[in-house]
C-alpha cells in the first residue's frame, strides 16, 4: 500500500529530487522575479519538443515570471509525486493524468483551481472532461489530452476478407467485431492482439459501451463494487476470443502495447487494441509499404462511449504563486498551444476549439477518427476512487489477467472484483 507517511528513505529521495531538479529556484528570487517549476511527463520527441518550446515562448513573453522545465516520468511519478509533496519540494505547476490525482486531492496536496483559471478556457473544455479532475466540490486538474482506445487494422488482410469495414458512424457492434475476428483468423494469424499487461483500465473503459460501471457511489459518499451485467460485455468477448475461438492471440495477453507492434506488421494480428497515440510509433517503425488504418473500437448499448483518463495539468498546494502557475496553464491551453501539444503527443485536444482545427480532421493516420470519437469520451469509471491503485494492483490486474487465460472462470472473477475490491476500498473509506 503506498503510504503517505515520510519514512527516512523517503527524506533521502526528497533531498535528492531537489538536488536533481533544482527544487531550490523555486518562488521568487532576490531580482523580484517569480519562479515557477513545471514537471513535465512528455516523453515523445515531438512532444518534448512541442513543451520545451511553449516553455521558451512563456519565458520570453513574461521576463517577471520565468517557467524551469523538469523532466517527469510516467513510470514513476505517482511515487515521486508523493514523496516531493511529503517533503515539500513539489513542482508548482505538475503534469499527470486525472486517474492519479483522487489521492492527491483528497489528501490536500493539490490547489482547488475553480477560481483561479482563465473563464475562456473553463467554458471551452466540456463538463464531461472536466469530470475527469473533479473531486467533491473541487477541480485539481485541467484536462487537455485525451486518448481513446481505437483498432489498428491491416489494411491489406481487412479489405481481402470482405468484412464490412466500420466508421464511427457504423461501429461494429462487440458480437460483429467477433465474428470478424473469427473470419481474420486463420493460416498462422490472429484476427485480434489484445495487449493485457495492464487489463484493468482497458477493460474498464471500454465497458461504458455496454453499460458497465462496475464503482457505484452511495448516497453517503462511499464507494463500493458490484459486477453487473453490463461489466460482463468486454470481459467476455476477450474471454471468448483467446479461450473458445482461437482469434486473439494468447501470447500478446502478457504483452503491452508496443511488444504486438513487429507481429502486427509481420501479419500475425489482423488487428490490435491500441491507444490511439500509438499510431506514431507505427508510423516510425512500420516497414515500407505497409498499409494500416485506424478504426473505431466496437460499440455496445450505450454505443461508442468509452472511458478515458486525461492528461493533466494541476498546481501544488504548497506552491507560493498559485495565480501565476494558472496563468502559465492558460497560455499552454490556448487552443493553438493545445493543438501543438495535441500533435506532438499524437493525442486528442479536450478543448472544442483546438479540437475543430482541421489539422485533426484529416483522413490522414487516421486523425478524423479519432476526432469523431472525441464527443463519446466520458470520465473513467475509477476516476474518483481512493484506494483505486490498490485496488487496481492487488485485486483486479491479477485477477483479470486469470480471467483472460482461462485460468478462472466469469463467477470467479466477479467474486474476487467485488469481494476482495470492497475489502480494499473499505480502507479508504472509513
Known amino acids: 500500500m503506498r503510504t503517505r ?20 529556484d523555486s518562488g521568487s528570487g532576490g531580482d523580484g522575479k517569480v519562479r515557477l517549476r513545471f514537471q513535465s511527463l512528455a516523453w515523445q520527441k515531438d512532444s518534448v519538443a512541442a513543451t520545451k518550446e511553449l516553455v521558451k515562448e512563456w519565458n520570453a513573453a513574461h521576463p517577471d515570471i520565468q517557467v524551469q522545465y523538469v523532466q517527469g516520468s510516467w ?12 517533503g ?21 496536496y493539490l490547489a482547488d483551481l475553480s477560481g483561479l ?10 463538463a464531461r472532461s472536466w469530470e475527469t479532475a473533479t473531486f467533491g466540490k473541487g477541480v485539481y486538474g485541467v484536462p487537455f489530452l485525451q486518448e481513446p482506445r481505437v483498432l489498428m487494422a491491416n489494411t491489406k488482410i481487412l479489405t481481402s476478407s470482405g468484412v464490412r469495414i466500420p466508421t464511427p458512424e457504423q461501429p461494429w457492434t462487440w458480437e460483429e467485431f467477433r465474428q470478424v475476428t473469427r473470419r481474420l483468423t486463420g493460416r498462422g494469424r490472429y484476427g485480434i492482439a489484445w495487449p493485457l499487461k495492464e487489463p484493468v483500465s482497458i477493460t474498464l473503459n471500454l465497458g461504458l459501451s455496454t453499460g458497465g460501471r ?59 487494441a491500441l491507444g490511439f497515440s500509438y499510431r506514431q510509433q507505427i508510423v516510425q517503425q512500420a516497414p515500407k509499404g505497409f498499409d494500416w488504418t485506424v478504426l473505431p473500437a466496437p460499440a455496445g448499448s450505450e454505443g461508442l462511449a468509452q472511458g478515458v483518463s486525461p492528461q493533466t495539468l494541476s ?41 475543430k482545427d482541421p489539422a485533426l480532421h484529416t483522413e490522414r493516420y487516421g486523425w478524423a477518427t479519432g476526432a469523431a470519437l472525441a ?42 472484483l467485488v469481494k476482495d475490491g470492497n475489502r480494499v476500498l473499505a480502507r479508504y473509506q472509513r
Not at 513510470?75 to 511529503?86: G, I, K, M, S
Not at 473563464?119 to 471551452?124: I, S
Not at 506552491?319 to 500533435?343: C, D
Open 5 to 24: 507517511l515520510l519514512t527516512l528513505a523517503g527524506a533521502v529521495l526528497a533531498l535528492l529530487l531537489s538536488t536533481l531538479t533544482g527544487c531550490s
Open 315 to 355: 498546481v501544488a498546494e504548497d506552491s507560493p504563486h498559485k495565480k501565476e502557475a494558472a496563468e502559465f496553464i492558460g497560455f499552454l491551453l490556448r487552443p493553438g498551444n493545445m493543438v501543438r501539444l495535441a500533435q506532438g503527443d499524437w493525442m486528442l485536444p479536450t478543448g472544442t476549439a483546438a479540437l
Open 117 to 126: 483559471l482563465p473563464a475562456g478556457l473553463r467554458e471551452d473544455i466540456p
Open 75 to 86: 513510470d514513476t511519478v505517482h511515487d515521486q509525486l508523493l514523496t516531493a509533496f511529503e
Open 214 to 272: 462496475l464503482f457505484h457511489r452511495e448516497a453517503d459518499g462511499k464507494v463500493r463494487v458490484a459486477f453487473e451485467e453490463g461489466d460482463a460485455g468486454v470481459p467476455s468477448v476477450v474471454h471468448d476470443q483467446v479461450n473458445v475461438d482461437g482469434s486473439a492471440a494468447r501470447t500478446t495477453l502478457g504483452m503491452g502495447g508496443s511488444d504486438t507492434l513487429p507481429g502486427f506488421f509481420g501479419g500475425r494480428y489482423a488487428m490490435a
Open 375 to 416: 464527443k463519446a469520451l466520458r470520465s473513467a469509471p475509477a476516476q474518483s476512487v481512493r484506494g483505486y491503485p490498490e485496488w487496481k494492483d492487488k485485486v483486479a490486474t491479477p485477477a483479470l489477467q486469470q480471467y483472460y487465460s482461462g485460468a478462472i472462470d466469469l463467477a470467479q472473477l466477479r467474486k474476487r
Open 88 to 108: 515539500g519540494e513539489a513542482p508548482d505547476v505538475i503534469h499527470d493524468a486525472s486517474d492519479d490525482l483522487a489521492d492527491f486531492a483528497y489528501g490536500g
